[in-house]
């Protein structure tokens, strides 16, 4: 019989492994990649939110604004994800994306590629204060 040591060990390495061969570890991997629920809410924004040193962070108030003004306001899940669409025919340079959570300051936002404007993924990092 293995102690509760050795079981925690033996699943994460099972998890890691499982995140090597497949898609389901990276944001919106799965679910995400295999529906299209874009094409009557517009573009799916989504990603992480992360502290520079690489843990997920839960519970990050996220914004995603327009230039002409519009405001979708989110929340990161436990995992550090979130995901959202704003209209149709808002292009996806017409949007900023910003970060908040109390004892944190945002650092950067990076955007990876988007290549047919259904998908933006994006991370906030972030770093502790204080």
Do not use: W
């Not at 989110?74 to 994306?97: C, F, M, Q």
Request: one cysteine or more; proline letters at 2%.
């Amino acid at each position: 019989m293995l102690n509760s040591k050795y079981k925690s060990y033996i699943f994460g390495i099972l998890i890691g492994t499982l995140c090597l061969f497949s898609s389901l570890c990276f944001a919106g991997g799965g679910e995400y990649e295999s529906a299209d629920d874009t094409a009557d809410a517009g573009p799916a924004y989504f990603g992480f939110v992360r502290e520079d040193r690489g843990q997920n962070i839960a519970g990050a108030k996220v914004l995603l604004i327009t230039k002409s003004g519009v405001k979708v306001e989110l929340k990161s899940n436990i995992l550090g994800i979130y995901r959202s669409h704003i209209a149709k025919n808002v292009k996806p340079d017409e949007v900023t994306l910003s970060c908040q959570k109390e004892g944190y300051a945002q650092v950067k936002i990076v955007v990876r590629g988007n290549t047919n404007n259904r998908y933006i993924e994006s991370d906030c990092i972030m770093r502790k204060v204080n």
